[in-house]
């Protein structure tokens, strides 16, 4: 057989690649050379293998089912992309400024309160729970934009449309709707003449947009003649429509729709939003904004084929996919349950999932397995699963949460326990490592535990390296750890677990003694206690006051915690309540994170606090100072932060105030609470 000359160069060159490979590999090895190439200390990028996630019931698989279907912005890394579940058929909007010079950029995604430089901003306006309408504005590069979206029965209809701005270029933006599967889910995308064909597990599914023209292969083949609507260099890999900004634009799935029909889709659905919380009184505009932040950052999990609520997406992003953190998810299922029982229950079971093998419930977790080995955070599980056990009187919830919260609940005594106190600590030898996490095992690990990252009540507390425990006996951890004895003990009755229910009530009353040994007379307050001293702590935060939480305080000791300090301006009675340091602090004025600056998560236990004892005006003008808090970002910008300046009441002052993270809802959530108590609102308390 004859072989031509360019295939015997060819084949001759590649057997002296491999003679030279094989010789340096041999040389190498005969020397005992190393080959000095870094390499990382985990050799995947998933956790290594722990227990697996407890088998979860028939009950709760049905939640999921429920939850994850259907078209929403399930896709955490952009407000402007729909998502088609389970297909995971994704329909993203896109924008490119272009220029005639440099300058042109492309804008694939967008997230709510991105703070960079030049980055685009969000509002975001109203989103139903179930995404049956969305609607929100962009503004990036001088271009401003308007996207709703609305469902038609199974179908999606998406209108957008450029609003008045001043761009910063003279060509007009090029809005652009490209179309694929998200998740490695199977599907075919293919450009037709008209619309975009797309067929996955369900079907074919067609993608039709107002502004295509019909194209031929003589227009693709000569891409610069001036009729050609579509714009052939814009950087995504699959079938898109693109066409000039000028002009609303629509999109629509299952059949082709015009213009003026996606209009009336939207309009119906919008109008359908704003009669739903129409009637709900003075408390429309608290569950529009508690609607709202929870519509916008609930998201489809891919990796737990899970719907989950992270914090925000812009955390969420940052980290991989998602992050749970521990008390913040059991806050966001807390703030559904007032519409959407599912993603109540969803929240609250998905974080008690995360139980690690030590049996606490991290601090956080995020994608691949990784989690907070060495510690855990504020134990408020068992009261946010009995409260939606009264509201929605579901017995499996109760059988489905109450064994993680009982380990979780055991591990609180068996690990944080100093001389019969509770205190926060890090165990750094916890396996498996999270290599990247450098607070296991230290001291601010040790307080991170406590969720109050720089809270200067933990300025001069020891750290002991050998119990991995800070030696400091915490009033709001003993309380909030007694609310969650009695609350577990409440569940075990429901479930006829009388031995856990004594337990749980032995502990309680255990702790109770405990926490009153802390009571000093002089100050009229519960204190903090550094066990390496034997000294109280004199510095004041909301948690002085979580014994009302827990029930722990006598009627004449809670008379003096609220007339000589909650009330007392020089400490936390100021315009905006409560920073999270006392005023007359040296931290205050710092206003920097957990250093005096508000926070709703601490409202909202306060306020659960002063709701067990008969103080009804004390309540209700807490709750309407929250609400004012709440409502000056809301209003203004539609933002919803992570926390806020106890001076100026502004949470846009700092980069640390994430812009959208969903327990700044809290804050109006508690007046929801109160309205829902006095009569004063068109929904029920439970």
Not at 573 to 582: E, N, Q, R
Request: some cysteine.
């Amino acid at each position: 057989m004859r072989v031509s000359s360019r295939t015997s160069r060819l084949a001759s060159r590649y057997l002296l690649f491999i003679l030279l490979s094989f010789n340096c590999w041999t040389l190498s090895h005969a020397q005992g050379d190393k080959i000095d190439v870094p390499s990382p200390e985990a050799t995947s990028r998933a956790t290594p293998p722990a227990e697996s996630a407890r088998p979860t019931s028939q009950n709760y698989r049905r939640v999921q089912q429920r939850l994850a279907r259907g078209w929403n912005t399930w896709d955490v890394n952009s407000v402007m992309t729909q998502v088609l579940l389970p297909e995971g058929l994704a329909i993203h909007i896109g924008l490119r400024h272009n220029a005639t010079g440099s300058g042109i950029a492309f804008l694939s995604d967008a997230l709510i309160g991105k703070q960079a430089p030049g980055a685009e901003q969000v509002l975001p306006g109203p989103h139903t729970w179930d995404g049956r309408y969305t609607d929100l504005r962009v503004s990036w590069k001088g271009h401003s934009w308007r996207v709703q979206s609305a469902l038609d029965g199974n179908d999606l209809v998406l209108l957008a449309g450029p609003l008045p701005s001043k761009p910063i270029s003279a060509l007009p933006p090029t809005i652009v709707i490209s179309v694929n599967f998200l998740w490695d889910r199977p599907g075919t995308t293919i450009r037709r003449r008209d619309y975009i064909a797309t067929h996955g597990v369900s079907g074919a599914i067609p993608v039709y947009c107002t502004s295509t023209r019909s194209y031929t292969l003589d227009k693709l083949a000569s891409p610069m003649r001036a009729d050609n609507a579509e714009d052939v260099n814009i950087p995504i890999w699959g079938p898109y429509f693109s066409t000039d900004f000028t002009h609303p634009v629509g999109i629509s799935t299952g059949k082709n729709r015009t213009l003026s029909d996606i209009e009336a889709v939207v309009e119906r659905q919008r109008d359908a939003y704003q009669k739903s919380i129409s009637g709900l009184g003075k408390s429309s505009q608290i569950v529009d904004a508690l609607e709202t932040t929870l519509g916008w950052d609930t998201i489809f999990e891919p990796e737990g084929r899970r719907v989950i609520s992270p914090v925000s997406r812009v955390w969420s992003v940052g980290r991989g996919g998602y992050v749970l953190f521990e008390w913040d998810t059991f806050f966001a299922s807390t703030m559904a349950s007032i519409g959407d029982r599912d993603l109540a229950y969803a929240n609250a079971i998905e974080m008690l999932r995360e139980l690690t093998a030590q049996g606490f419930v991290p601090n956080y977790a995020r994608p691949s397995g990784w989690k907070s080995t060495d510690r855990s955070e504020p134990p408020i599980g068992s009261i946010t699963v009995l409260a939606l056990y009264r509201k929605f009187h579901d017995r499996w919830l109760l059988d489905e949460t109450f064994e993680p919260l009982f380990r979780w609940n055991r591990w609180w005594m068996l690990h944080r326990d100093i001389q019969g106190y509770l205190t926060w600590g890090s165990d750094g030898d916890n396996k498996p490592d999270n290599l990247d996490d450098g607070n296991r095992g230290t001291r601010m690990g040790a307080i991170l535990e406590s969720g109050l990252d720089n809270s200067p009540m933990y300025d001069d507390a020891a750290y002991n390296s050998e119990s991995h425990l800070l030696e400091f006996a915490d009033v709001g951890l003993l309380s909030m750890y007694i609310a969650d004895c009695d609350a577990l003990a409440a569940m075990a009755d429901i479930l006829e677990k009388p031995e856990e229910a004594r337990e749980l009530r032995d502990r309680s009353l255990r702790y109770r003694s405990k926490l009153q040994s802390l009571w000093d007379e002089k100050t009229g307050m519960f204190l903090n206690k550094d066990l390496h001293t034997g000294r109280l702590s004199y510095r004041l935060s909301p948690t002085n006051f979580y014994p009302l939480l827990a029930r722990a305080a006598t009627p004449s000791q809670a008379e003096r915690m609220i007339q000589e300090h909650l009330l007392n301006p020089r400490e936390f009675w100021g315009k905006w309540v409560i920073p999270s340091i006392a005023i007359d602090d040296p931290a205050f004025f710092e206003q920097n994170y957990w250093r005096g600056r508000i926070w709703g998560p601490m409202n909202y236990l306060v306020y659960l606090g002063l709701s067990n004892y008969d103080y009804p005006a004390v309540r209700q003008d807490f709750a309407a100072r929250s609400l004012s808090l709440f409502l000056k970002e809301w209003g203004d910008n539609r933002h919803v932060h992570e926390n806020y300046n106890a001076v100026t009441g502004t949470g846009d002052d700092v980069t640390s105030s994430d812009r959208f993270y969903h327990w700044g809802a809290l804050l109006c959530y508690i007046d929801y609470l109160e309205r829902a108590r006095t009569g004063n609102a068109a929904v029920p308390l439970e």
